[in-house]
């Protein structure tokens, strides 16, 4: 649900970050794939490394948007 990961990012804290799919699961939930990805995304805010798969375009210009500064 929208909201989600932003109260997980607070409990967990995460420094590093491995982002593996954007699948459909939940998605009846958002207004779109993006949106979806950029909930996901979130958890990662205070992340010093984010992986990711970067043949996924999608994913890989919404990081760079959503995640300045951080090693992608």
Request: charged share 25%; proline share 4%; glycine share 6%.
């Given at each position: 649900?929208?909201?989600?990961?932003?109260?997980?990012?607070?409990?967990?804290?995460?420094?590093?970050?491995?982002?593996?799919?954007?699948?459909?699961?939940?998605?009846?939930?958002?207004?779109?794939?993006?949106?979806?990805?950029?909930?996901?995304?979130r958890?990662?805010?205070?992340?010093?490394?984010?992986?990711?798969c970067?043949?996924?375009?999608?994913?890989?210009?919404?990081?760079?948007?959503?995640?300045?500064?951080?090693?992608?």
């Amino acid at each position: 649900m929208p909201g989600e990961m932003e109260r997980l990012q607070q409990i967990i804290q995460p420094d590093t970050g491995i982002f593996t799919n954007l699948g459909d699961a939940h998605q009846e939930n958002f207004r779109s794939r993006e949106q979806k990805l950029r909930e996901k995304i979130r958890l990662f805010t205070n992340c010093a490394t984010v992986v990711y798969c970067s043949d996924q375009e999608l994913t890989t210009r919404v990081l760079n948007e959503a995640l300045p500064g951080t090693r992608l």
